[in-house]
């Protein structure tokens, strides 16, 4: 069993920054891959970006490359998203989610076990 607690949503900018954070609990964390996911009003669950277990390996969705990082401590059990040069269209509901049985880093999101509640970001023109 994984737990995830999402935090660091809310309103900013456009051109603003907003880092999230996902912290874990349950089964050791540096064993499973992590990734974030967003859903929009009236669109379907996008990839954004997602981190292997060690942090070696990130692998990021089109819309957000460039201006996304998504990174992990271990030792906190604590995956983060910074988010720079925000868009309106990068409104959504950001979730992260653990994968446990892979040896590489999924973008598709059935694949992932466990999810968190969920955190909104908001970004105004």
């Known amino acids: 069993q994984v737990q ?13 920054s907003l880092r999230l954070s996902c912290a874990a609990s349950g089964r050791t964390f540096s064993t499973y891959n992590m990734g974030w996911f967003r859903r929009a009003p ?28 998504i990174s992990r401590d271990n030792a906190k059990n604590t995956v ?12 959504a509901v950001y979730y992260c989610a653990a994968e446990l049985d892979s040896r590489v880093v999924q973008s ?7 999810w968190g509640q969920g955190t909104q970001v908001t970004v105004s023109s």
Request: proline letters at 2%; glycine letters at 16%.
């Open 4 to 16: 995830l607690v999402e935090s660091g949503g809310g309103l900013v900018q456009a051109g603003g």
């Open 42 to 69: 009236g669109k379907v669950r996008e990839f954004v970006a997602a981190i292997n277990w060690s942090g070696s390996v990130t692998y990021y969705g089109d819309s957000v490359k460039g201006r996304f990082t």
């Open 80 to 91: 983060y998203l910074q988010m720079n040069s925000l868009k309106p269209e990068d409104t």
């Open 108 to 114: 598709t999101d059935q694949l992932y076990d466990y």
